[in-house]
């Protein structure tokens, strides 16, 4: 299967605060994604990003799939953006998470 | 429109016992998963289906059994509960294969004493 590295493993910020957080993948594969896990444990889906740029509101995403890497940036964060961020590549018919960086943003 | 979901919410079992989580989608996807998620930890696969009728193993499918007899549906039922199996259970479906975005169910706490 395919190797899911995140980094870094933990972060605290300062409200209002810019972060970047990695993906790592191993492989080449056809689907990248980032997930933001909330305090009450749902998982939502943040983007679907295989390559390009997009982004959402504060939030943006990179993936350079040649270099099998992919960035979250959160930008100017708020408490609510606590939790933890996933990202999960898939080939053939499984999908496959990395750790996980969890996100403390203090006000 | 409800997406993926997923009953019940939270369970306490007694060790020995067995139960069913069941995970229902409505988007007609082919493609559905179980993944556990113990404490501080990330997600790993149980068992996976790409079709009615066909469905497979994952990483740590010990304990437990699945089945999918319509395209909607994918229960996961686990026989003869132990503590190990204490853990948050997600079940989810991707719009295609490999491509499109992953729906995940709201989970299942299940607690086993």
């Known amino acids: 299967g395919i190797q899911v590295e995140q980094s870094p493993p933990d972060l605290i910020l300062q409200e209002g605060a810019n972060s970047t957080l990695r993906c790592n993948f191993s492989d080449s594969v056809n689907n990248l994604q980032w997930f933001h896990q909330n305090p009450w444990g749902q998982l939502i889906n943040l983007f679907y990003i295989p390559s390009g740029t997009k982004q959402n509101g504060r939030l943006s995403a990179t993936t350079v799939a040649t270099e099998r890497y992919s960035l979250l940036y959160i930008s100017s964060s708020q408490t609510t953006d606590s939790g933890v961020y996933f990202c999960?590549?898939?080939?053939?018919?499984?999908?496959?998470f990395g750790t996980g960086t969890s996100l403390t943003v203090i006000p | 429109n409800a997406g993926v979901t997923q009953t019940p919410k939270f369970r306490i079992l007694k060790i020995g016992q067995s139960m069913t989580l069941q995970c229902t989608q409505d988007?007609?996807?082919?493609?559905m998963y179980w993944y556990r998620q113990d404490p501080g930890m990330g997600l790993k696969l149980i068992y996976y289906s790409v079709g009615a009728g066909i469905t497979d193993k994952g990483e740590v499918p010990n304990g437990y059994n699945v089945s999918r007899s319509t395209t909607e549906d994918f229960p996961l039922r686990l026989e003869l509960a132990a503590p190990s199996q204490t853990s948050v259970y997600f079940c989810a479906s991707p719009r295609e294969r490999d491509t499109g975005e992953l729906f995940f169910g709201e989970g299942s706490r299940l607690t086993v004493l």
């Open positions: 988007m007609n996807h082919n493609y």
């Open positions: 999960a590549s898939s080939l053939g018919n499984q999908f496959y």
